[in-house]
């Protein structure tokens, strides 16, 4: 969301990236690493501008099928926290109600948050991340927060993600995946961040981007497979897509560019290699699992009864809560099992006042494997 332009360029690339086999992107708030993105207000209020960027950007992934990742605090060595260095505690937890009810008010289905990336916050400035969860499900606890820190997670998120320790019961989901520190020194380490053109010798920035070595490429395919197969999916995280504009490459890159043929990947860092990109992943991914297409995919049982003590149904927006093995409308298959990316007996999803789910012909049909056991208000 760093302009109207880079909003514009990512939308327009959704149906290649659908195409591919993709079905998820993250986009945040506030950020990012050398971003200047900020979506929040001193009051912790989300900016129109922002706002608007992001509601685009969720309502252009739903027309194909697609999941965004919507990131609140970026805090680390993000710009855009300078504007916010008197907040507290409830501040994070005003940003993180804010954002659960603009997503509610409109209705936004096709998302779960990242409350705090990586526990920057939580780590910089002592925050509780539980806390913040709290005051979003208050909102609405229909919208499906998640835990994305090393400390031991709390109880209270919907699912967990990147660096969380897994849960038992509960969705984790490996959202920014990138070949590990045993590969050639990482390719988040020194490979992406060395630069020729130091500033005071204290800033690094991010070079070699959409360069990746055929060891690299080998780690990141594997664990691709692994984690798909293993756990709830797998997000690429590349410097690719991340870099800054403000940088001195440029980006970010929603074009998936090159195969990243490249022979000497050291050579001029700081310059944009002509074969550089990730298209080598997303072809990976294609021929490996298809084109995403959510439709075809799972089986269609019945909701069997419905909780005769709940009896007042004029209320439009009335909200219940339905536990399956499975998410139904999920946006990942995971091919061993057969099931869907939102995994667990704690996955939510909505029915309307009739029983019905996404717009289901006929009245209690619920796609997927699964029950109705609860139902209450929002």
Not at 22 to 30: G, Y
Not at 344 to 356: E, H, I, P, S, V
């Amino acid at each position: 969301m760093i302009s109207d332009e880079s909003t514009d360029d990512l939308i327009e690339h959704f149906p290649e990236y659908r195409e591919h086999g993709i079905n998820a992107v993250s986009v945040f708030f506030m950020g990012s690493r050398f971003g200047d993105v900020k979506g929040y207000r001193a009051d912790a209020s989300l900016d129109p501008v922002y706002a608007d960027r992001m509601a685009r950007i969720i309502k252009a992934a739903d027309k194909q099928k697609m999941i965004v990742v919507v990131g609140c605090l970026y805090w680390s060595t993000s710009k855009s926290k300078d504007a916010l260095s008197d907040w507290g505690q409830e501040d994070a937890n005003r940003a993180i109600a804010n954002t659960t009810r603009w997503l509610s008010d409109h209705d936004y289905r096709n998302v779960f948050v990242d409350v705090d990336n990586e526990g920057m916050a939580h780590d910089a400035k002592g925050w509780s991340i539980a806390e913040m969860i709290d005051a979003g499900h208050a909102v609405d606890p229909s919208i499906m927060l998640a835990y994305n820190d090393g400390d031991p997670p709390p109880d209270n998120a919907d699912l967990y993600i990147h660096h969380s320790p897994k849960v038992k019961g509960k969705p984790w989901l490996d959202t920014e995946a990138t070949p590990g520190k045993s590969t050639l020194g990482g390719y988040w380490g020194n490979f992406s961040k060395q630069t020729h053109k130091r500033t005071g010798g204290s800033y690094y920035n991010y070079s070699r981007i959409g360069r990746y070595t055929e060891a690299m490429k080998a780690e990141q395919i594997r664990r691709t497979v692994d984690e798909i197969e293993r756990y709830n999916g797998h997000m690429l995280a590349s410097t690719w897509l991340q870099c800054a504009s403000n940088e001195s490459i440029g980006g970010p890159f929603a074009d998936p560019g090159g195969h990243s043929r490249i022979k000497d990947v050291d050579i001029d860092v700081d310059r944009l290699h002509s074969d550089a990109g990730i298209r080598w992943w997303l072809d990976f991914v294609k021929d490996k699992y298809g084109a995403w297409d959510p439709g075809k995919r799972g089986t269609v049982s019945a909701v069997k009864s419905i909780d005769p003590s709940i009896r007042d149904w004029t209320d439009g927006r009335f909200q219940m809560v339905a536990t399956f093995d499975w998410f139904p409308e999920g946006p990942s298959y995971r091919s061993t099992d057969g099931s869907y990316f939102f995994s667990g007996r704690n996955a939510l999803t909505r029915l309307d006042t009739k029983g019905q789910l996404s717009g289901n012909p006929s009245p209690g049909a619920v796609r997927g494997r699964g029950s109705l056991t609860e139902m209450r208000y929002r």
